[in-house]
């Protein structure tokens, strides 16, 4: 059974979770309509991800005998400047989710539920790894500039990571 105070905390994350699905999509979205299909297909495959990762609480929390709730979300943001600021709103995203992750963590440790503190690793190794590939387009973008010709590269290059992502995905929940 966890606390009220890790039943809240873990409600607080499937949340984000969830919106983090829905900020996928839009960006998802802009990528389809303004000639980045290799992106888009990989931002879609990262809404079905991030659906995962709330999933994966929502029956950890109610296998522990928790209360999900699921909650109202607020619309993301769906204007972007360039392919470069679509990736870069992502990364600060996934900081943002990292930090999250880390108070939850806190939160279990300090209620002495080292149960879902355990459980919480696999989420903390995976932001590690959100982290690290929004980097990695980030650089791959600002080395191609402003060119076309570079941009296109870059998709195709994101086009083969969302086969990839899609193929890990099938190992979650
Ligand atoms: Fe769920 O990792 Fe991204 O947000």
Known sequence: MVSKNVEKALNE???????????????????????????????????????????????????????????????????YKSLLDVFQQVLKHEEYISASINELYAVCVKEGDFTTANYLQWYINEQIEEESTARSIIDQINLAGAEKGGLFMVDKELAALATTKKAEITGIA
Not at 35 to 63: C, I, W
Request: hydrophobic share 35%.
């Open 13 to 79: 994350q499937i949340k984000k979770e969830e919106h983090s699905s829905r900020i996928y999509l839009a960006m998802a979205s802009w990528c389809e309509r303004n000639g980045y299909p290799g992106a888009s297909d990989f931002l879609y495959a990262q809404t079905e991800e991030e659906r995962l990762h709330m999933l994966k609480l929502v029956h950890y929390l109610n296998d522990r005998g928790g209360n999900t709730i699921v909650d109202k979300l607020e619309a993301p943001i769906a204007k």
